[in-house]
T-cell receptor, first 110, second 114 residues
C-alpha cells in the first residue's frame, strides 16, 4: 500500500515567520508531488508542484524535494493569518491518480 | 470559467435511499475523479475515469457506481445509502495526470445519511 504521511498539527507560527510543512512518502518510484491548500469548509486548491530534486520557488512558497530520503516540504515565508488552512501533500500513485496525505493544519497567529 | 461544478452542495438521505451526485467540467480535461473526505482520513479515491469511456475503481469503491456520460460529465451513484457514506464528496478533473498535471476540484457535496 503506497502511503503519504503528514503530521496533522496544528502547526502554529507567528505572523511573519517561516512555516515548514513536511510530507514523507513510501513509493520510491514516485515522480510528481503536489501541495494543495484547503480552507475550512472549502475544496482543495493546487498551490505548488515539484518533480525534480531540489527547490522550487513561487512567491512566498518554496517546495523542496529529496527523493533519496523520500520527503517533500513546503516552506511559507512571511506567513500571514490568511495562510491559516490545512495543507495537503499529494504524490502520484499511478499513471492517472494521486495519493493524498491527511493534511497538516497551519495556524498563523496575528 | 466555471471549472468543476458539483451538484447538489448539500444532501440528507435516509438509510437505503439512492441518489446521484453530478459533476461537470468545462476545461476539456480528459481525466475525472471522485473522492470522499472524512475527518482524520484525508482524501480517498472512490472511482476515476482516465478518459471518456473508461472507469476504474479507486481505494474505496464499495457501495458506489459511476458513469462517465461524456468528456464533460462524471456522475457518482449511491444505490442504497448507509450511514458510513456520510462524508464530503469532491469531484476533480485533470488535464494530463500522467504528465504531472494536478487536479482542479469542485466545491464539494456534503452528504449526511441518517
Amino acid at each position: 500500500q503506497k502511503e503519504v504521511e503528514q503530521n496533522s498539527g496544528p502547526l502554529s507560527v507567528p505572523e511573519g515567520a517561516i512555516a515548514s510543512l513536511n510530507c514523507t512518502y513510501s513509493d520510491r518510484g514516485s515522480q510528481s508531488f503536489f501541495w494543495y491548500r484547503q480552507y475550512s469548509g472549502k475544496s482543495p486548491e493546487l498551490i505548488m508542484f515539484i518533480y525534480s530534486n531540489g527547490d522550487k520557488e513561487d512567491g512566498r512558497f518554496t517546495a523542496q524535494l529529496n527523493k533519496a530520503s523520500q520527503y517533500v516540504s513546503l516552506l511559507i515565508r512571511d506567513s500571514q493569518p490568511s495562510d491559516s488552512a490545512t495543507y495537503l501533500c499529494a504524490v502520484r500513485g499511478g499513471t492517472y491518480k494521486y495519493i493524498f496525505g491527511t493534511g497538516t493544519r497551519l495556524k498563523v497567529l496575528a | 470559467n466555471a471549472g468543476v461544478t458539483q451538484t447538489p452542495k448539500f444532501q440528507v438521505l435516509k438509510t437505503g435511499q439512492s441518489m446521484t451526485l453530478q459533476c461537470a467540467q468545462d476545461m476539456n480535461h480528459n481525466s475525472m475523479y471522485w473522492y470522499r473526505q472524512d475527518p482524520g482520513m484525508g482524501l480517498r479515491l472512490i472511482y476515476y475515469s482516465a478518459s471518456e469511456g473508461t472507469t476504474d475503481k479507486g481505494e474505496v469503491p464499495n457501495g458506489y457506481n459511476v458513469s462517465r456520460l461524456n468528456k464533460r460529465e462524471f456522475s457518482l451513484r449511491l444505490e442504497s445509502a448507509a450511514p458510513s457514506q456520510t462524508s464530503v464528496y469532491f469531484c476533480a478533473s485533470s488535464e494530463a495526470p500522467g504528465k504531472g498535471y494536478g487536479y482542479t476540484f469542485g466545491s464539494g457535496t456534503r452528504l449526511t445519511v441518517v
